[in-house]
């Protein structure tokens, strides 16, 4: 019993912050592009494989491959913008939002296939990032890699939070998500901020996709069920809304944990899928939404 | 008839342009009897009544439904357990379908009212892959789980030659295609359809006229639901069985590129796309990697170049075209 | 004769395919004050956007200083001293005031003078000062009036232009955002301003133009048009019949 509340922790801890990773970016382009980005879950997919290349093929040390996994997904992230994104700014008489659901989306099929085509469908072995575990219970072991793991994110999330909140930038990010005009009119560059930001957020995705990878393996299709959780993090957190997001980040991980230990893997994606249905029908803002805006 | 053809922007020659190729369809399989081609075509025509159902409900509606295909397989797997269980006639089985089908899309047309658009994507999302891992992991039997409906009985005696068959299937679902495209832009010309677009474009307006969204969105999911349900029994009687793969994420990104292409929205998009994507799937299915990367960039193109779709860009080139004509006999 | 400031050449603009203003020729001298008046509608505000780079113009030319700016972007007119302070207000809601007030100064050059520009801003407006920990969205109207003006004060401004100050507010507020905006009108600085309320016109400006259907129609000091009938009566709100409400 007491085993299993500590494996339920640990993981919630673990999956609560990989999936804050994904789901910050997401809240963070939705906020200020108004975009919900579907291609998200690829930027995970190609961060694993980048680590498994990086660790595997060209055998650097791990924080060389967390590097690169950054560096590729920020790239992707950027022109992932100008492609999807950028061209339908500004454009008269569509929607918006489902215009780039689905040219998000699109871009995520041509990410993940090109993989399959590149790589094949065969799960890839990541080697572990650090190795060795430490014992905090009779049996339960945590390893240093999801010690490491966790730190990271966190480190990554509160620097994030400290930029948004604190610096010239994140205060002009901040503003554009609140009057994209208004915030023009001050001088803010949009053109260059908005494939920023969504290279950002995709490089964040791409390092949760380097800790993934390492925790279970490196395949095309890895990118689905971060996908999914980190909508369901953000629908419940409030879209746009930061702090939400990382709430609903740990709720989620705590719920997936409690699956796991309870019922087993198989069933956690129907579950997460009942859980969304069920709170769109009874509480359709989300936990922390009120406003149908989004704000940072 | 002619009040109902007048409601559809299809002029004269539009219309013979539509009954000659009706024509050249009805004829087809009696010049070329290669079954391959003649099941693909089938296969694309109940396509086509699955895309007009949800181009209905996604480009005309507004509606982000994203659960269609599920509906699809609710209508076939109702009307081939109908066709396995029951004595009915096939037929009689396929409308149930459709019946019962709309009922299910009705129930998930309440909570999306109260939804902002992109919610409704993630619910009616969950709601379909709730429904295929329902039946995935059905091991009573009653669905066939995994492995699908066992042996439904088609609609057609089986003292009929393999040809008759395969040319009987392409005529029903010729004639359902036909019925659906022309069927739904009435509908969509109609007051109906009036009513629906006033409340996807300007949802403050449509209150203030006493337009009533639920009532609306009740309707419009309940005709998509049955058409989608039709569809389904369609293929459930075509093919024989039917699995919980028809509503995986890969039918679906095949199915948005075809209503993208097409042009989402318009009458005769889901046409023009579905007998595109049918060509090209055909070609590449063995290669899906390559194929869905293809799709994915088409995808791409068209919605930031071709925003229309096919059909769309086609319009307005069109409309270009006679106002610079007009503009010409203005001034000369 | 100097190079004016501001030199707008038979400028065309407005949405999608409608144009709102239809060959407007304007110009204006480093210092003067201008004030566009006319009804609402007729393309006032486009003017400004187009001017700012928020919209694209169809057809015509716009010169800052002799250099030709018809087509950039509001980002890099702020940069070089082109300061439009919109019609209401346009405040980032959920960030605090002062963070307001900083976004003003969010181009480099004024970024490393915020520190003054805020206290200066803060001398002009003390009741901003009070609430710089606030979100803008608590405040009342009057104090986003003064916020957006504020904001717009925080870069160094070589046009500064400014629609509609009065705006929604009480006659005691307009007073108090006049009395700041005269003092800049007084300087150095070349403001274009669009009002209707004429109280505060007369004090400020020389010239004011009339805006009807998308042209400027007359042009001349405000006695000069207050002696025309016709201008008085609807865009001034003199006497005869209804006042020119809103």
Redesign the interface.
């Given at each position: 019993m007491v085993v299993d509340v500590i494996a339920i922790v640990t993981t919630t801890i673990i999956l609560g912050s990989i999936y804050g990773l994904v789901a910050i970016g997401m809240s963070l382009i939705y906020g200020i592009l108004r975009v919900l980005d579907m291609s998200q879950g690829s930027m995970v997919m190609v961060g694993s494989f980048v680590a498994w290349a990086a660790l595997v093929l060209a055998q650097v040390n791990p924080l060389i491959a967390l590097a690169a996994a950054f560096g590729v997904t920020f790239i992707l992230g950027v022109l992932t913008q100008l492609v999807s994104v950028q061209p339908l700014v500004g454009r008269?008489s569509i929607d918006f939002e489902m215009v780039t659901f689905i040219t998000t989306f699109a871009v995520a099929m041509v990410l993940v296939n090109v993989a399959l085509e590149i790589f094949g469908p065969r799960q890839r072995n990541v080697p572990p990032l650090l190795a060795g575990q430490v014992s905090i219970y009779q049996g339960v072991s945590l390893p240093y890699q999801s010690i490491a793991m966790v730190c990271v994110s966190l480190g990554l999330m509160l620097v994030f939070a400290a930029f948004l909140s604190k610096s010239?930038y994140g205060?002009?990010i901040?503003?554009v998500a609140?009057?994209a005009?208004?915030?023009?009119?001050?001088?803010?560059?949009?053109?260059r901020l908005f494939p920023l930001t969504m290279g950002l957020a995709s490089a964040l995705a791409g390092v949760a996709g380097v800790f993934l990878g390492a925790t279970y393996f490196a395949y095309p299709q890895a990118g689905d069920l971060p996908l999914l959780e980190a909508l369901i993090v953000v629908i419940f957190g409030g879209l746009g809304s930061l702090p939400g997001t990382v709430y609903a980040a740990y709720l989620v991980g705590l719920i997936q944990s409690i699956i796991e230990v309870t019922v087993g893997l198989t069933w956690t994606l129907p579950i997460l899928y009942a859980v969304i249905v069920a709170i769109l029908i009874i509480r359709p803002q989300g936990l922390m939404g009120k406003r149908s805006e989004a704000?940072? | 008839m002619r009040s109902i053809t007048r409601t559809i922007p299809v002029d004269g020659t539009g219309w013979i342009l539509i009954a000659i190729l009706l024509g050249l369809l009805v004829v087809f399989p009696m010049a070329y009897t290669d079954p391959y081609i003649l099941s693909l075509m089938t296969t694309g025509f109940i396509l086509l009544v699955l895309n007009s159902s949800w181009n209905f409900l996604l480009g005309v509606g507004g509606v982000w439904n994203f659960g269609q295909l599920a509906i699809y397989a609710i209508g076939g797997y109702g009307a081939g357990l109908l066709m396995i269980h029951t004595p009915l006639p096939p037929l009689l089985d396929i409308i149930l379908g459709g019946v019962f089908a709309a009922a299910v899309a009705i129930a998930l047309a309440f909570p999306t009212l109260r939804l902002y658009g992109i919610y409704t994507s993630l619910l009616t999302f969950s709601f379909a892959e709730i429904v295929q891992f329902a039946i995935l992991n059905d091991n009573s039997g009653f669905t066939g789980g995994p492995f699908g409906l066992p042996n439904v009985s088609g609609l057609f005696p089986t003292t009929l030659s393999d040809l008759w068959t395969t040319r009987a299937y392409y005529w029903t679902a010729l004639t359902a295609a036909a019925l659906t495209v022309i069927g739904l832009a009435v509908i969509v010309h109609s007051r109906l359809g009036l009513a629906l677009q006033v409340i996807r474009d300007a949802p403050t307006y449509a209150a203030a006229r006493g337009i009533s969204p639920l009532k609306y969105r009740v309707i419009a999911f309940g005709i998509g639901g049955f058409v989608a349900g039709i569809a389904g029994g369609l293929y459930v009687s075509n093919n024989g069985t039917i699995q919980p793969t028809v509503m995986g994420l890969t039918p679906m990104s095949i199915d948005v590129t075809m209503l993208v292409v097409g042009g989402l929205g318009t009458a005769f998009g889901p046409v023009v796309g579905t007998a595109l994507l049918i060509v090209i799937d055909s070609v590449l299915s063995t290669y899906p990697g390559v194929e869905f990367t293809i799709l994915g960039v088409v995808l791409l193109v068209i919605v930031v170049f071709v925003p229309g779709g096919l059909v769309g860009e086609i319009t307005r080139q069109r409309r270009r075209l006679a106002t610079w004509l007009a503009e010409g006999d203005a001034d000369g | 004769m100097q190079t004016p400031l501001l030199a707008i050449t038979d400028l065309w603009a407005g949405y999608?395919e409608t144009p709102i203003v239809r060959g407007i020729d304007l110009t204006i001298q480093a210092g003067e004050t201008v004030v566009l008046i006319g009804p609402n509608g007729h393309g006032k505000t486009t003017l400004l956007r187009t001017i700012?780079?928020?919209i694209r113009a169809y057809h015509g030319e716009i010169r800052l200083a002799g250099r030709l700016i018809t087509g950039r972007?509001?980002?890099e007119l702020?940069?070089g001293g082109l300061?439009?302070i919109?019609q209401g207000d346009?405040?980032?809601?959920?960030?605090l005031v002062e963070?307001n007030l900083?976004?003003?100064a969010?181009?480099p050059p004024?970024?490393r003078r915020r520190h003054q520009s805020l206290e200066r801003v803060y001398e002009l407006f003390p009741q901003l000062k009070s609430r710089a920990e606030q979100p803008a969205r608590t405040l009342s109207g009057g104090e986003r009036r003064q916020l957006s003006i504020g904001?717009g004060l925080m870069?160094e401004a070589k046009l500064l232009m400014i629609d509609e100050p009065s705006l929604g507010l009480a006659p005691l507020l307009i007073d108090s955002v006049y009395a700041v905006i005269e003092e800049i009108a007084k300087s150095t600085t070349t403001v274009l301003l669009v009002e209707e309320n004429f109280k505060h016109i007369r004090r400020l400006a020389k010239r004011v133009c009339v805006l009807e259907m998308g042209r400027i129609v007359r042009t001349g000091t405000l006695d000069e048009l207050l002696n025309d009938a016709v201008v008085a009566e609807s865009y001034l709100g003199v006497v005869r019949g209804p006042k020119n409400g809103r």
């Amino acid at each position: 019993m007491v085993v299993d509340v500590i494996a339920i922790v640990t993981t919630t801890i673990i999956l609560g912050s990989i999936y804050g990773l994904v789901a910050i970016g997401m809240s963070l382009i939705y906020g200020i592009l108004r975009v919900l980005d579907m291609s998200q879950g690829s930027m995970v997919m190609v961060g694993s494989f980048v680590a498994w290349a990086a660790l595997v093929l060209a055998q650097v040390n791990p924080l060389i491959a967390l590097a690169a996994a950054f560096g590729v997904t920020f790239i992707l992230g950027v022109l992932t913008q100008l492609v999807s994104v950028q061209p339908l700014v500004g454009r008269a008489s569509i929607d918006f939002e489902m215009v780039t659901f689905i040219t998000t989306f699109a871009v995520a099929m041509v990410l993940v296939n090109v993989a399959l085509e590149i790589f094949g469908p065969r799960q890839r072995n990541v080697p572990p990032l650090l190795a060795g575990q430490v014992s905090i219970y009779q049996g339960v072991s945590l390893p240093y890699q999801s010690i490491a793991m966790v730190c990271v994110s966190l480190g990554l999330m509160l620097v994030f939070a400290a930029f948004l909140s604190k610096s010239r930038y994140g205060l002009a990010i901040r503003a554009v998500a609140q009057d994209a005009n208004a915030a023009r009119l001050m001088g803010v560059p949009i053109k260059r901020l908005f494939p920023l930001t969504m290279g950002l957020a995709s490089a964040l995705a791409g390092v949760a996709g380097v800790f993934l990878g390492a925790t279970y393996f490196a395949y095309p299709q890895a990118g689905d069920l971060p996908l999914l959780e980190a909508l369901i993090v953000v629908i419940f957190g409030g879209l746009g809304s930061l702090p939400g997001t990382v709430y609903a980040a740990y709720l989620v991980g705590l719920i997936q944990s409690i699956i796991e230990v309870t019922v087993g893997l198989t069933w956690t994606l129907p579950i997460l899928y009942a859980v969304i249905v069920a709170i769109l029908i009874i509480r359709p803002q989300g936990l922390m939404g009120k406003r149908s805006e989004a704000r940072l | 008839m002619r009040s109902i053809t007048r409601t559809i922007p299809v002029d004269g020659t539009g219309w013979i342009l539509i009954a000659i190729l009706l024509g050249l369809l009805v004829v087809f399989p009696m010049a070329y009897t290669d079954p391959y081609i003649l099941s693909l075509m089938t296969t694309g025509f109940i396509l086509l009544v699955l895309n007009s159902s949800w181009n209905f409900l996604l480009g005309v509606g507004g509606v982000w439904n994203f659960g269609q295909l599920a509906i699809y397989a609710i209508g076939g797997y109702g009307a081939g357990l109908l066709m396995i269980h029951t004595p009915l006639p096939p037929l009689l089985d396929i409308i149930l379908g459709g019946v019962f089908a709309a009922a299910v899309a009705i129930a998930l047309a309440f909570p999306t009212l109260r939804l902002y658009g992109i919610y409704t994507s993630l619910l009616t999302f969950s709601f379909a892959e709730i429904v295929q891992f329902a039946i995935l992991n059905d091991n009573s039997g009653f669905t066939g789980g995994p492995f699908g409906l066992p042996n439904v009985s088609g609609l057609f005696p089986t003292t009929l030659s393999d040809l008759w068959t395969t040319r009987a299937y392409y005529w029903t679902a010729l004639t359902a295609a036909a019925l659906t495209v022309i069927g739904l832009a009435v509908i969509v010309h109609s007051r109906l359809g009036l009513a629906l677009q006033v409340i996807r474009d300007a949802p403050t307006y449509a209150a203030a006229r006493g337009i009533s969204p639920l009532k609306y969105r009740v309707i419009a999911f309940g005709i998509g639901g049955f058409v989608a349900g039709i569809a389904g029994g369609l293929y459930v009687s075509n093919n024989g069985t039917i699995q919980p793969t028809v509503m995986g994420l890969t039918p679906m990104s095949i199915d948005v590129t075809m209503l993208v292409v097409g042009g989402l929205g318009t009458a005769f998009g889901p046409v023009v796309g579905t007998a595109l994507l049918i060509v090209i799937d055909s070609v590449l299915s063995t290669y899906p990697g390559v194929e869905f990367t293809i799709l994915g960039v088409v995808l791409l193109v068209i919605v930031v170049f071709v925003p229309g779709g096919l059909v769309g860009e086609i319009t307005r080139q069109r409309r270009r075209l006679a106002t610079w004509l007009a503009e010409g006999d203005a001034d000369g | 004769m100097q190079t004016p400031l501001l030199a707008i050449t038979d400028l065309w603009a407005g949405y999608q395919e409608t144009p709102i203003v239809r060959g407007i020729d304007l110009t204006i001298q480093a210092g003067e004050t201008v004030v566009l008046i006319g009804p609402n509608g007729h393309g006032k505000t486009t003017l400004l956007r187009t001017i700012s780079g928020l919209i694209r113009a169809y057809h015509g030319e716009i010169r800052l200083a002799g250099r030709l700016i018809t087509g950039r972007s509001p980002e890099e007119l702020t940069a070089g001293g082109l300061i439009h302070i919109p019609q209401g207000d346009a405040l980032f809601p959920d960030l605090l005031v002062e963070e307001n007030l900083l976004m003003g100064a969010y181009p480099p050059p004024a970024w490393r003078r915020r520190h003054q520009s805020l206290e200066r801003v803060y001398e002009l407006f003390p009741q901003l000062k009070s609430r710089a920990e606030q979100p803008a969205r608590t405040l009342s109207g009057g104090e986003r009036r003064q916020l957006s003006i504020g904001r717009g004060l925080m870069r160094e401004a070589k046009l500064l232009m400014i629609d509609e100050p009065s705006l929604g507010l009480a006659p005691l507020l307009i007073d108090s955002v006049y009395a700041v905006i005269e003092e800049i009108a007084k300087s150095t600085t070349t403001v274009l301003l669009v009002e209707e309320n004429f109280k505060h016109i007369r004090r400020l400006a020389k010239r004011v133009c009339v805006l009807e259907m998308g042209r400027i129609v007359r042009t001349g000091t405000l006695d000069e048009l207050l002696n025309d009938a016709v201008v008085a009566e609807s865009y001034l709100g003199v006497v005869r019949g209804p006042k020119n409400g809103r």
